[in-house]
């Protein structure tokens, strides 16, 4: 289990900051409980979580690191939350499917009592 920072350096223009201008990179973990634990540790409120990773600036990337996370290419990063997309989407595919089979044995099954 890892938590994970990569080395893209995308602009953040804050709307209510002129002039300010952050440079950000993902921060990921291999469970949503490590994400949210390490963002507490450095001080990363959960409302910038972004539902499977979190945008942070270099110099919460630096605490992190320091932390114990990993430090990755943004290429990497991206083809892990790709794959965990993927897989959720799955899921819920597979569990759309299981709750249409069921419902319709159900259905059936009313019928056959009848």
């Known amino acids: ?27 990921i973990a291999d469970t949503p409980e490590e994400l949210h634990a390490m963002a507490r540790k450095i001080g990363v409120d959960q409302r910038w979580y972004q539902g499977d990773h979190y945008d942070i600036t270099k110099s919460k990337r630096k605490l992190a690191v320091k932390a114990g996370a990993k430090e990755i290419t943004w290429r990497e990063a991206g083809k ?25 044995t159900r259905r059936s099954e009313r019928s056959n009592k009848r």
């Open 1 to 27: 289990m890892t938590v994970y920072v990569d080395d893209m350096e995308a602009e953040y223009k804050p709307p209510h900051r002129p002039g300010i201008v952050y440079i950000m990179c993902h921060m």
């Open 80 to 104: 892990m939350m790709l794959g965990r997309r993927q897989k959720l989407s799955q899921t819920s595919t597979d569990q759309r499917r299981s709750t249409k089979s069921s419902g319709t």
